[in-house]
């Protein structure tokens, strides 16, 4: 089964930049690969994801300042995260799922342990 690992979180100040890997242990070309994150007392919220073809697609909150992307050669998902905000401070969970993407966390079977991205204002 697909086990995933994610590092790379921090703590940066408003405007700067982190990016995200998300390790895996198996072949993942078929599967859906996406970004979640969620912040104290709130609901899991998606953030992008990339399908099997390598289509990304992202929340309108992140669009144009974070970047999906699959490196085949490693076997990690990135995640690039420039023009960071204080509302962007969360735990990001990486998630995976066989076929299409969806939007919902319930559709994800297989997650990371998540890596906590702090922002300072």
Not at 7 to 28: E, M
Not at 36 to 53: I, L, P
Not at 84 to 108: F, I, N, V
Request: charged share 20%.
């Amino acid at each position: 089964e697909l086990q995933l690992v994610e590092s790379g979180g921090g703590s940066v100040q408003t405007g700067g930049s982190l990016k995200l890997s998300c390790s895996t242990s198996g072949y993942y070309g078929v599967f859906c690969m996406a970004w979640f994150r969620q912040d104290s007392g709130k609901e899991r919220e998606w953030v992008a994801s990339v399908d099997s073809t390598s289509r990304p697609t992202y929340a309108d909150s992140v669009k144009g300042r974070f970047t999906i992307s699959k490196d085949n050669t490693k076997s990690t998902l990135d995640l690039q995260m420039n023009s960071l905000k204080p509302e962007d401070t969360a735990m990001y969970y990486c998630a995976a799922r066989s076929g299409t993407c969806y939007l919902a966390s319930s559709w994800y079977n297989i997650w990371g342990q998540g890596t906590q991205v702090t922002v300072s204002s």
